[in-house]
């Protein structure tokens, strides 16, 4: 009995801490939709149709990050379909969790005053929800979705890496990562091949920081992807490479669509790579996220099927 309600007690807190850090997701990215909705006031009035356009498709992604907060840490949330919270929750996690290292390390970099009188100049409050509403978001997530995952999937984190049978040792979705993570890693360190140099001229520290980060997600994809293919007892606990796996796959498919569409929009966006080199990327890691969504997704069901 005494062991029960320390389980239970533990199970509270738990809930507790994530429905404090969904709300804290939620109202994080707020402010985030404040500051979208005053620019599409301005942009209505001053702005271009392109601009106007952008910052819709903004409003409506951060309408479905409020939700996905609110649905995180509602009791209502553990009701809705996994077909319906799973993707969102995913694609919601590749975006803004997989930034956190990113807006860590640009913290650090030396930026560029503006200069007087430069329209590009945003107010402080403006430049402070957006970076609150990034920041809390992707915090809030980093907590609350691992706690809803696990408490309503269970099977997904339960135990430890390794099994035996002939569906260990498939590890061909961890392959075109780990050729992700090269790419990106070495354009990090300073490569320019595969990169137009009539493009480079915003190419400094920054644009190389956000090119490791992607690195740093498709190495954890291909490292989850091959953890799950082991063989045999292994001491790696299972929500490592599910958690990481999960958001890394998220990351290369929502960036890499996010990418993609500008890419091949006409004359709307000029990517440092050749536009080629950029389609084929970009192409690359939404299919590689999909790929390693896929085998979170056959290890799930192979173990939840065994415990049944």
């Not at 979208?36 to 601009?51: M, S």
């Not at 356009?53 to 992604?61: P, R």
């Not at 990106?184 to 644009?207: E, M, Q």
């Not at 790696?236 to 796959?249: K, Q």
Request: glycine share 12%.
């Amino acid at each position: 009995m005494q062991g029960a309600g320390i389980r239970d007690a533990g199970s509270r807190r738990r809930t507790a801490l994530r429905r404090v850090a969904a709300y804290t997701a939620a109202g994080s990215m707020s402010l985030y939709l404040m500051v979208k909705i005053v620019w599409i006031v301005l942009e209505l009035r001053h702005g271009t149709a392109d601009w106007v356009l952008l910052n819709l498709v903004t409003v409506v992604m951060a309408l479905t990050g409020i939700t996905l907060g609110l649905a995180l840490g509602q009791p209502w949330g553990m009701r809705v379909p996994a077909w319906l919270v799973l993707p969102f929750a995913w694609i919601g996690s590749g975006f803004l969790v997989s930034l956190l290292p990113y807006m860590l390390v640009s913290g650090f970099l030396e930026r560029e005053p503006a200069a007087p009188g430069d329209g590009a100049a945003m107010p402080a409050w403006e430049a402070v929800f957006l970076s609150v509403g990034f920041a809390g978001m992707a915090v809030g997530l980093v907590v609350a979705l691992p706690l809803y995952l696990a408490e309503r999937w269970p099977h997904a984190f339960a135990g430890r890496v390794g099994r035996p049978g002939p569906e260990a040792g498939r590890a061909w979705a961890a392959l075109p990562a780990a050729a992700l993570a090269v790419v990106w890693s070495y354009w990090a360190a300073g490569g320019t091949a595969g990169l137009d140099p009539a493009a480079l001229g915003g190419w400094d520290a920054n644009a190389r920081v956000l090119v490791g980060d992607g690195a740093l997600c498709a190495a954890l994809a291909a490292w989850s992807g091959w953890a799950l293919s082991r063989r045999g007892g292994a001491r790696t606990p299972l929500w490592l490479p599910m958690a990481a796996g999960f958001v890394a796959s998220g990351s290369l498919f929502a960036w890499g669509s996010w990418k993609l569409l500008w890419v091949l929009l006409p004359g709307v966006y000029r990517p440092y790579e050749y536009r080629g080199v950029a389609v084929a990327e970009h192409a690359l890691a939404i299919v590689t996220g999909v790929a390693v969504l896929l085998t979170l997704l056959r290890e799930y069901r192979s173990r939840a099927s065994a415990r049944r």
